[in-house]
């Protein structure tokens, strides 16, 4: 089982690695460029990248198509829309967090995207290297299909709790931060709008703090999309330009996170979807790829149209 992982990597042609590699770092770099100045991010600003982002990961899904086929290409899609509709709550404690360190003030607003852009970094190399681990591991045996299904079950439930509980959490307490403090001194003016100065800047608590949510986040998805997409190139690929968009989708989120609020109620229906697919795995039944997709869009489709058929007035950066 371990040599048929293998057996897989091995197979990803030259050509593939080349038409993903290119076009994947090419894009980073211009949207660095267009990103450099520390600038409020406009709604019109991160609509256009989300839009630029969604047509680069879909133009690469269509070399998918002609270079492996149908059946290739609609595991691509199904791990790209996964990855996507996971990052939903994850983005949102990014805000508790940039909340915490006093970032969402409209004066400090332009110094989040400096963050994100070294978070989501860190976020493309946390799951290179678990999506990694996990197309090495899931072959081994179906008990571990069953233990990815109970991880995923865990992260359901945490949410479950996280949208019962009113109290919001003060990362400025996390243990990631009180562990630089140990190790550092710590400015806590945030003025010089760098990361360290006279000291680590609550700028660079904000980044740990993102940084190890990052391990997390990539560990929780995992499981996921291993279960849907198996294929440890069409894994990586998806996730990776999934990823790669996550911060202009998060002024997206942000700004209109109380019109979809059943979002993320959907987003448990569906890993609940997953986990149930795992265990199904684990005994050998297997779930066609477009019937997969097909119930992914229907349920992630239902929370949006459940959000706008039935609206809910909340305060800005909290919870419905």
């Not at 359901?156 to 019962?164: A, E, I, R």
């Not at 998806?238 to 059943?262: D, T």
Request: charged share 15%.
């Amino acid at each position: 089982m371990l040599q048929h992982a293998l057996d897989s990597f091995a197979g990803i042609k030259g050509v593939e690695i080349l038409a993903f590699i290119i076009p994947f770092l090419l894009a980073i770099w211009i949207d660095l460029r267009a990103h450099r100045a520390s600038h409020a991010i406009t709604m019109r600003d991160a609509a256009m990248w989300s839009v630029i982002w969604v047509l680069c990961a879909m133009a690469f899904g269509a070399f998918i198509y002609f270079e492996r086929g149908g059946e290739a290409a609609s595991l691509y899609v199904t791990g790209y829309v996964l990855e996507k509709a996971l990052a939903v709550d994850n983005l949102f404690a990014f805000f508790l967090i940039f909340k915490s360190f006093g970032l969402t003030q409209e004066q400090n607003q332009p110094l989040q995207h400096r963050i994100l852009y070294w978070g989501i970094l860190g976020a493309i190399v946390f799951r290179v290297l678990f999506l990694g681990i996990g197309a090495m591991v899931v072959n081994l045996s179906p008990y571990v299909l069953i233990a990815f299904a109970l991880i995923v079950l865990w992260t359901v439930y945490k949410m479950w709790q996280s949208d019962d509980d009113d109290e919001e959490v003060d990362y400025t307490k996390h243990w990631s931060v009180a562990l630089v403090k140990r190790f550092t001194r710590v400015n806590p003016s945030i003025e010089s709008k760098r990361f360290f100065s006279n000291g680590a800047t609550p700028l660079f608590l904000c980044l740990i703090c993102i940084e190890v949510c990052d391990v997390i986040f990539a560990f929780d998805s995992m499981p996921v999309i291993v279960a849907v997409v198996k294929d440890p190139f069409l894994m990586i690929t998806s996730s990776l330009w999934a990823a790669a968009g996550l911060r202009s989708l998060y002024f997206l989120l942000i700004a209109a996170q109380n019109k979809f609020w059943a979002l993320e109620k959907a987003v448990m229906l569906l890993l609940v979807f997953v986990s149930g697919k795992l265990i199904g795995s684990a005994f050998l039944y297997h779930l066609p790829n477009a019937v997969s997709l097909s119930i992914v869009g229907v349920i992630l489709a239902t929370g949006i149209i459940w959000s706008l058929v039935y609206p809910i007035k909340e305060e800005p950066g909290k919870k419905p």
